[in-house]
């Protein structure tokens, strides 16, 4: 193929799913470019998985930063109007429901640049969720809607999209956990933060609907403290949700439990990997804890990536103190029973970046 794709990258869940698609275009020879808006740019945030994932160095760094949805949007969108003239790509490849998808998608819909959106089609039917406003808008735009599970396309067809711009490829983000599994085994987090020798539950919240509300972080807190009188909770907490806690007065209600600040990739695969089960309302680690085998309980009420409940090892939980208590009883019962293996979703295989790069190519 000697057409040119430009991929899009630029918050933290970008990242480990743009990598093995840029792998599987270099091994096809596929001229390609990497554009990192810097909606993430904390190190934690973003250089630490550039170099965990090998990804190269990006060829625009456009610097954004963080801001209002509008301001973010904006700001990516009149930044990448004159990447995409200066290379004038074949496709625009976007990864993803993060307003880096949106803004960039957009602006490459007006310039007549062909888009391919990967990660398709997924739907928590809760526009309240900036995410599911951005996976729709660029679903629309889109010219080839890569998904990542059956239920994707089916989201899809029901909103007219054409069936011969669906391409059923499978998970990428499980292209690079497969990959790296080892290598998150070698980093030895669990073991460097002491926890080899105890059960612990793995912590992450940042959706502004648990930590932008103060009843509902209280509710959280509250929960945390009651888990952490029963087993070791180490929570990795994002920089929004850290504001949020020092805002309302909530971080020394969490004295029992371990704050850590955003791991890296390797770190975040292990400790998931290891924990007794994980409490999260992260998008990926519902996904890499069904390929883990591990239990995980998602506070949210509802989830776009519902295999992971019908296949995997999710499990949804009100973001309430009685909820999540109720949960983690039934979650360590079912967990001693042997109720968690799991099974892996069709296309969750390692080979979807291969299958995106062959994709792409077959358009004419
Ligand atoms: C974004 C994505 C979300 C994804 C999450 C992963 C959107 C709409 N949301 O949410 O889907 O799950 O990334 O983290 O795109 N901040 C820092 N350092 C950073 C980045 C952010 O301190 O490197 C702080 C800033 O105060 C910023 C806030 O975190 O205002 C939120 O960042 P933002 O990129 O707006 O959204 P996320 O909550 O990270």
């Known amino acids: 193929m000697t057409r040119t794709l430009l991929h899009v990258v630029g918050a ?7 990598a093995p698609v840029l792998a599987a275009g270099s091994a096809a020879g596929v001229r390609q470019l990497l554009v990192h808006t810097g909606q993430h740019y904390d190190h934690a945030m973003s250089d630490s998985f550039f170099t965990d994932l090998g990804l190269p160095r990006p060829d625009e760094h456009l610097g954004v930063g963080s801001g209002s949805h509008a301001e973010q949007t904006a700001r990516i969108m009149m930044a990448m109007e004159p990447v995409l003239d200066k290379h004038r790509p074949d496709w625009l490849v976007v990864y993803g429901d993060v307003n880096s998808t949106i803004a960039a998608a957009l602006v490459a819909a007006k310039k007549g640049i062909r888009i391919a959106h990967v990660e ?22 889109a010219d080839l809607l ?14 007219g999209i054409p069936a011969e711009r669906i391409g059923f490829v499978g ?7 497969l990959r790296l599994r080892g290598a998150a085994r070698a980093r030895g987090a669990v073991e460097s933060l002491g926890l080899a020798d105890r059960p612990f539950v793995f912590v992450t919240l940042h959706r502004p609907s648990n930590v932008d509300d103060r009843a509902t972080l209280t509710e959280l807190a509250g929960a945390l403290t009651d888990l952490a009188g029963q087993l070791t909770v180490v929570f990795a907490v994002h920089p929004r949700t850290r504001q949020r806690l020092a805002d309302w007065g909530l971080t020394a209600a969490l004295a029992g439990v371990r704050l ?21 309302d992260s998008g990926g680690l519902q996904e ?33 103190r009685a909820a999540i208590g109720q949960a983690t009883t039934r979650v360590l019962a079912d967990r001693a029973a042997g109720a968690f293996s799991g099974r892996q979703p069709e296309g969750w295989d390692g080979r979807a970046g291969e299958r995106i790069i062959a994709r792409i190519a077959a358009m004419a």
């Open 12 to 18: 933290r869940p970008n990242f480990m799913k743009v």
């Open 120 to 141: 398709a089609g997924l739907r928590s039917r809760d526009r309240a969720m900036p995410e599911e406003i951005n996976r729709i808008l660029t679903d629309q735009l």
């Open 146 to 159: 890569l998904t990542p599970s059956r239920d994707a396309d089916g989201n899809l067809l029901a909103e």
């Open 171 to 177: 998970n990428v983000m499980v292209d690079t956990l």
């Open 260 to 280: 850590l600040d955003p791991l890296g990739y390797l770190e975040t695969i292990n400790l998931a990997e290891r924990a007794a089960f994980v409490l999260t």
């Open 288 to 320: 890499e804890t069904t390929v883990l085998g591990v239990p995980c309980l998602t506070a949210r009420p509802n989830t776009e990536r519902p295999v992971t409940v019908t296949e995997g090892t999710n499990r949804l939980v009100a973001s309430t």
